[in-house]
Structures are given as structure tokens and as C-alpha cells.
């Protein structure tokens, strides 16, 4: 049986796998590291992830996965219902487009605000707080853009049906209003569609 190495909220990337396999109807085997004791970094996970991160989804053969998104087409794969990456030829594409923006666009001053400015991994490396504050004003530029993305009417990111790109914004979105950035404040078309996500039930996974 498959196992996810994994860690409990906040943190984004795993939830994104329990959300997955939650709209799934999958039953995870859910190893829970504890990233406050380093367990992630310790010799047993970097053999599953040499990068040391979470999630990491083993099979039965011993194959390791270890990209949250890359995991989540896995699961997608072998449980195609209800599809999550799209099933026409231009869905995909428009899905896969908006995981790497979204990725990039909103993920990426989070992560460097988090990394640069907060104080909570401030013994992990050689901060540059002015660069980590300073994603502060990019972020909120990308949620900007977001929001007049989403004015359109349509109910989720890509169309009017759930998909991963939803998945990977509503849990990037928590974990940079955890830390601080007020994301949605004033994003009037973000908030609609972020009332939407969080009425699932996979969200309380
Ligand atoms: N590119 C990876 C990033 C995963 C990631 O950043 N995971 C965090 C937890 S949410 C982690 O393991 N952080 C510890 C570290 O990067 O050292 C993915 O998308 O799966």
C-alpha cells in the first residue's frame, strides 16, 4: 500500500495531497514528520527525498514522488474521478497554465517572505529581511491580478469546474494569511471564489 510522508497544518504543500485524495474519496496512509524536530531532514526521509521535503508519496514497489502537484496527477491517474487536471485537450492546458502561475505568481512571494522575513525560520538560514519584507508588495500585486482574473463571472480558476489549480491557490492563500499578508483583503472576486473553495468538504481535509 501507498504511504505519504507528509506533515500536519499549516503546511501547504501535504494539504494540497489530503485535499486531492479527500475530493477523491482515497484513503491516505498519512506518516506524519514533525518539521519543528528536523524529521524531514533526517537520513531515513532524504533516502524517499534527497531534497528533504514534504510530501513524498511511496508506492508498494518503492518508488518515490515526491512534487506535491506530481503527486496529485498520480493520484489523479490512477483514481480519475472526478477529474482534477481537466479532460479536454484545452482544459488540461488551461489548468497546468494556471498551477505554474499560480505557483510562481503567488506561491513564490509568499515563499520568500516567509523564508526572508518571518521570524519563525529565522535560525534556518542567513535571512535578508528588507528582500523578505519586500514580497509584502508582490504579493499583494499578484492577488491583485487574481482578483480582476477572477471578475469574469466564472466560479473557480479555470472555468466553472473545481480543479487542482484551485487547490494549489486556496492553500497557498491560507498559509500566507497565517503569515501575515492579509491576501484577500479588499479582493472583492477573490473572496467569492475563496467562499466557494472553503464550502467543499475536502477543505476540512
Ligand atoms: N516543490 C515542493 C515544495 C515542497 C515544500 O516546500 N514543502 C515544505 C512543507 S509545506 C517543506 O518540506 N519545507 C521544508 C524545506 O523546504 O526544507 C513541492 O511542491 O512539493
Redesign the pocket.
Known sequence: MMKLYS?PMP????RRVRITAAEKGITLDEVMLD?RGRE??AADHLARNV?????VLVLSDGTSI????S?CRYLDAIHPEPPLFGQTPVDVALIDMWIRRIEIQISEPN?MFWRHAHPATATLLKQYRDFGASNRGLLTQAMMWFDRELSDGRAFVVGDVFNMADIVAVTIIDFAALIGMAPLSDRVNAEAWYKRVIARPSYEA
Open positions: 506533515a503546511a501547504p504543500n501535504p518539521l524531514h531532514k531534497l528533504g521535503q514534504v510530501p515526491a512534487e506535491t502537484v503527486i515563499k
